[in-house]
């Protein structure tokens, strides 16, 4: 009886309903595999700090079909390069693609198409094979190989809650062929109780460079459960940032892999709590081949009873030798009920490697509040200015200039004094 | 060409087995058995409930499967519980009456039981297999009040004291080990520093596993009253046996208000042979309660033997002000599996803590640093340091980090920090080149790369520490 | 005082020295130059017993002893040093505890007596002297944190604390400014003596200003392909490589 007041709904009100057309043997495997899956609890060492009981009682449901009268944000560098999806579904009338080279893919998946899962494995996990067994549409970037596409892609899923609590699955496969070179910006937003638990395979070849920019601000009631797989082929770069503000419980998941020597990683997270959120960035970075670099830096601002979690593992396999491995956990806790739980963690298996991590967790730095007490800002002042700062010195490598106008609004918006801020 | 491979590697000093007339029971483990050791020690029926309340909570726990380790599980019904050498009279009055066969034994590893011959200014409990054989410099210690004694002594001649505080740090629930322990014990060593003492000397105990079969289940006590402080150091050997032998410490440290408690460690159990084969299982729950007001627990430790350490040396820091430290080196080499680190409860305000571990992996072992920084709502004021690096020597060997920080008071400050390093050829050939031969040069890098968690150690344990260390990685590089 | 007899070497599957014959007496200065990859660096390195670097042929006599019998660190106690291009960084080791303890190791080896830490300290500030190097350094790990010019400078040092009979300075000027390279220049100078010989490996010939060779050889492809005397390096100043890379090949053909 306690298994199944464990496991919950939303299980059994997903893998109840239809299984949609396409990839039936990609869904019946997964739905194998969650037959010995139960939602994860906390005794589970990866779900340690992440309490999802609040899931336990809802009446999960399929999302139902969703409409909105205008597209709810625009990025004027993507307007011919824009993909919308409400509740898991293309929606035609707000999507624009128009002028991409020659031979690049950007637009709902064809059933069938793709070899869906090839980068994630078939390593048994709830929400992502929950999403196998059940996603609706899909969403495809391709870019040939050697193809440069200078316009950002945009990619939106807007979700709509409503009665019970809609479930819904967006899955999304980017794959660049060697030497191609890509801008994508993959956002979540919404409004009301639903719950979003998307899916997204990234396949870069030999060379290729994605720029990935991932915005989670879904309503302030939903879940998000995101799972991120890629694999960074030789001298490839994945350059990924995700900002988190929204839902009420999130987790981020992103596996990467280089598959092959000298690629680059950049993985920099940054998450934005207030009020009672919980955020979990739970990473895993793959070095499995000789001289691949990475990078990364996640920043948590915590405030009122909200909760960060952070565990970042990295593995450095046998034979990756000459691997550079640098990681950061940086925390700033606001109010007297935030938490910040963090682990860094270094599997090293070879002796040829520079690896470091760090974490720190803590309030300002005493020293930059005075000084800039001593250039005569108040201390309120003073502490707004470097909360502002921590949290806004990672926006500044996103590759999208209006989005990296949008994000430090929503920054400034969060910060107590924003409005005095406003030409930092 | 590097000249390394003609370096052999140095044998284990201390592998020889003593033979000598052993009192044991039989292999197992019940009620029966529990009720035997207690009846031999001839304690009191409260300590006896203690034992039985442990065992059954024992019964319904299983063994610890999160540790980076890698073993087959002890039969726990193959164990001796209690093996004792023969006195020659029913107790030792004096140490003309200790079977020579042992004095001689702990003569070859270095620790004379005569009070002449002993080490100037350090007093010993000897401990082997499951009893104290001596205690040194007891009745000048006592002259100040302080009480050092085997812990079997301590149940008889201060029940009140031990009553007091046995349990109170690690209680016998914590863990499958430390339950186990709580239930079959035999000896150990017992500490009280009175009110505003500083105890003159260093106090050690020697631990020696002797019997093929026996595991050895020490029980350590150490309190410090208020004001008080000490320095205790600890070590141990075993032979060289083809099984595993289990060793399930518990120890409990004290610390009342402006108490300091140093605790010092030189961990050397037989490790196994170069392919795995044998050595001792360490599983041990050390804790230690700063509960006074700016009290001090500091742990030191250079762990370089046993084929799997499974050891977390922890402060709980309720008191105000209080502090924690932690210095460890850890090495492990052929097929050695070591999961160690510390756990640091910030509870109390304004309360400090200080993590410096160095992992150094050789051979094809696997050395594990895993740690807690835990700051409670009301720890307001908290700061925690923590450094671990590990160093890597040769390709099969690896090197885990596992730190867990948890923080829940918005004034606290936790840092952490790890880096890698490595002993290549490039970094010997160097040494080398300028006429430095390769086992210097091992050591003299090993030694920088140990020298903040060196120069805590009591001096005489610093220099054995550096020794013991340049000898278990020889011929690992190259 | 160093034969080098149809030396060849290899690293992994490449042939790096391909038949070296280099005679080398007392007193005397060599340098060794010729373009990047042209076996100059390897050269040092395969005298002072660099693993990475198999010996496939030919001898080195070493003061009449066999070179190759001798470990790495039983040559440099015999005299033999290298200042390396790239000197590797210790963390946590003292620069002036290693620079005592290689000193000492020697002296044991020649029978001399030990300098205690006091003695030491007179001795390594005389040292330092030589050098200019500010004594700050003297405490600091081993070459953690150095500049290019602070290793350089670290590498002298422990030359005029070690007194090597042949000294091989690879690359000794780069990364060095001008004044660092005359301080260095001439405390090699103030080295040398009748009884010691120095070899450097350079690819540019500045630094033969500063220490003036007797004998330049220039080295392509693992070989000796011209030698000649000072003169030379000022040839191949004006010149550069490439012709004396073509005379050799017109010379083989």
Redesign the interface.
């Known amino acids: 009886m306690a298994q199944a007041t464990a496991e919950g709904g939303l299980k059994p009100a997903m893998l109840g309903s239809p299984r949609p057309g396409g990839w039936d043997l990609f869904r019946s495997s997964a739905e194998q595999r969650l037959e010995g899956v139960e939602l994860p609890g906390q005794g589970e ?1 990866a779900w340690k700090y992440l309490d999802l009981r609040p899931l336990w009682e809802l009446p999960f449901r399929p999302a139902p079909p969703s409409r909105v009268e205008a597209c709810p944000t625009i990025l004027p560098e993507a307007k011919a390069s824009r993909l919308v999806f409400l509740n898991g579904r293309c929606d035609p009338h707000h999507c624009s693609v128009a002028g991409l080279p020659d031979g690049v893919a950007f637009r709902t998946l064809v059933p069938g198409e793709a070899a869906l899962g090839t980068v994630l494995g078939e390593e048994p996990a709830f929400f992502p094979d929950l999403n196998a067994a059940r996603f609706m549409e899909g969403a495809i970037l391709r870019v040939p190989a050697g193809c440069r596409v200078v316009t950002p892609l945009h990619l939106l899923f807007w979700n709509q809650g409503g009665e019970g609590c809609p479930v819904v699955l967006p899955r999304l496969f980017v794959h660049l062929g060697a030497g191609a070179e890509a801008t994508l910006v993959e956002e979540h937003a919404g409004e009301g109780a639903y719950l979003s638990a998307p899916v997204v395979e990234v396949l870069l070849e030999e060379g290729a460079v994605l720029d990935h920019e991932r915005i989670q601000r879904e309503g302030p009631e939903a879940f998000h459960f995101a799972t991120l797989g890629a694999q960074v082929a030789g001298r490839a770069a994945y350059r990924s940032r995700t900002v988190s503000f929204g839902a009420w419980i999130s987790r981020q998941e992103p596996r990467i892999r280089f598959t092959g020597e000298e690629a680059e990683l950049t993985l920099d997270g940054l998450a934005l709590l207030g009020g009672r959120q919980v955020a979990d960035t739970h990473s895993r970075i793959d070095h499995a081949h000789p001289r691949c670099v990475s990078g990364q830096l996640h920043k948590c601002v915590a405030g009122d009873r909200s909760r960060a979690v952070f565990n970042g593992r990295i593995l450095v396999h ?2 990756a030798q000459q691997t550079d491995a640098r990681q950061q956990s940086r ?1 700033l ?31 300002l730095d005493p020293e930059e509040l005075f000084y800039l007490q001593s250039r005569g800002f108040s201390p309120e002042l003073a502490r707004n200015v470097l909360t502002y700062g921590f949290a806004s010195d990672l926006l500044g490598r996103i590759a999208v200039p209006s989005l990296r106008r949008r994000l430090r609004h929503a920054v400034l918006d969060r910060t107590e004094g924003g409005a005095q801020l406003e030409g930092l | 060409m590097s000249g390394l491979e003609g370096i052999t590697s140095q044998e284990y000093k201390y592998g020889f087995v003593t033979e000598i007339d052993a009192e044991s029971v039989a292999p197992g483990l019940d009620e029966g058995v529990i009720r035997l050791i207690s009846a031999k020690k001839g304690e009191p029926e409260w300590l006896l409930e203690f034992r039985l309340k442990a065992y059954r909570h024992w019964l319904t726990l299983s063994e610890p499967a999160w540790a980076n380790v890698h073993y087959e599980r002890p039969d726990f019904q193959k164990i001796v519980y209690y093996s004792a050498p023969k006195p020659r009279k029913p107790q030792y009055g004096s140490m003309d009456e200790v079977d020579p066969e042992l004095v001689r034994t702990f003569e070859k590893l270095g620790v004379p039981l005569h009070e002449r011959e002993a080490l100037a200014g350090v007093a010993v409990d000897v401990v082997f297999d499951s009893v104290s054989v001596t205690t040194t410099y007891k009745e000048k210690l006592g002259a100040v009040g302080i009480v050092f004694c085997s812990f079997s002594e301590a149940v008889r001649e201060h029940p009140d004291l031990v009553k007091k505080y046995l349990g109170t740090v690690v209680p016998f629930s914590d863990n499958f080990y430390a339950a186990l322990n709580s239930a079959v014990f035999t000896d150990g060593s017992f500490v009280f520093i009175p009110k505003g003492v500083q105890c003159p000397m260093d106090l050690s105990t020697y631990f020696r596993i002797n019997n093929k079969e026996s595991g050895q289940f020490e029980r350590t006590l150490i309190v410090a009253e208020e004001g008080a402080s000490v320095s205790y150091l600890e070590g141990c050997t075993a032979p060289q046996f083809d099984t595993n032998q289990l060793h399930a410490a518990v120890v409990e440290l004290v610390a009342l208000d402006d108490a300091s408690i140093k605790y010092s460690t030189v961990q050397n159990w037989y490790a196994g042979d170069k392919d795995g084969k044998g050595g001792i299982f360490n599983f041990v729950t050390k804790r230690g309660l700063c509960r006074g007001r700016r009290s001090k627990i500091s742990w030191t430790q250079v762990e370089t033997g046993s084929a799997i350490t499974w050891k977390y040396p922890s402060c709980v820091l309720a008191g105000e002000e209080s502090v924690g430290e932690f210095y460890s080196v850890a090495l492990t080499n052929h097929r050695q599996q070591a999961d160690t680190g510390t756990k640091m409860v910030h509870l109390g305000r304004n309360t400090r803590s200080t993590i410096i571990s160095k992992g150094i992996s050789a051979g094809r072992s696997s050395n594990s640093y895993r740690g807690l920084v835990k700051v409670h709502p009301k720890a307001a004021g908290a700061r925690n340091f923590s450094q671990c690096d590990s160093m890597l020597i040769g390709q099969a060997c690896s090197a885990h980090t596992f730190p867990y920080i948890e923080v829940q008071n918005r004034s606290a400050r936790v840092e952490h920090e790890a880096t890698t390093s490595k002993i290549g050829e490039e970094q010997l050939l160097y040494f080398q080149q300028r006429g430095i031969p390769a086992e210097d040069a091992i050591s003299m890098i090993i030694n920088g790369f140990c020298k903040e968690v060196f120069r805590e150690l009591p001096m005489e344990f610093a220099v054995e520490a550096t020794k013991l260390l340049s000898l278990k990685l020889e011929g690992s590089v190259g | 005082m160093l034969s080098i007899r149809h030396l060849t070497a290899r690293i992994g599957e490449t042939e790096v020295l391909r038949g070296i014959d280099l005679e080398i007496r007392a007193g005397e200065v060599h340098a060794i130059m010729g373009p990047n990859g042209s076996g100059k660096s390897t050269l040092g390195k395969v005298l002072v017993g660099h693993p990475a670097y198999e010996v496939t042929g030919g001898e080195v006599l070493f003061q009449g002893a066999n070179l190759f019998e001798l470990e790495p660190d039983a040559r440099a106690r015999a005299g033999l040093f290298m200042g390396f291009q790239h000197p590797i960084e210790v963390p946590g080791v003292s620069n002036t505890a290693f620079l005592r303890l290689a000193y000492n190791k020697k002296a044991e080896a020649e029978g001399r007596d030990e300098l205690d830490p006091l003695e030491w300290e007179d001795f390594i500030r005389e040292k330092i002297r030589l050098v200019e190097m500010d004594a700050a350094f003297l405490d600091r790990s081993l070459n953690e944190g150095f500049s290019g010019g602070e290793k350089k400078r670290n590498e002298i040092l422990q030359m005029a604390v070690l007194e090597p009979r042949l000294a091989i300075l690879d690359e000794l000027d780069s990364g060095l400014d001008i004044d660092a390279l005359r301080i260095l220049g001439e405390a090699v100078n103030r080295l040398m003596n009748p009884d010691r010989a120095l070899i450097l490996i350079t690819h540019f010939p500045r630094i033969l200003e500063m220490i003036q060779p007797d004998f330049v050889h220039v080295l392509n492809g693992g070989r000796i392909i011209k030698q000649g005397g000072k003169e030379l390096a000022h040839e191949l100043e004006a010149r550069g490589y490439d012709w004396v890379k073509d005379e050799s090949l017109a010379g083989r053909a």
């Open positions: 060492e046998p034979g925390n806790l606001l109010s007297e009920e935030a938490r910040v739980d963090t682990k860094p963690q270094l599997e090293i298996f070879a002796d040829d490697v520079k690896c470091a991590h760090g974490a720190a967790i803590g309030q």
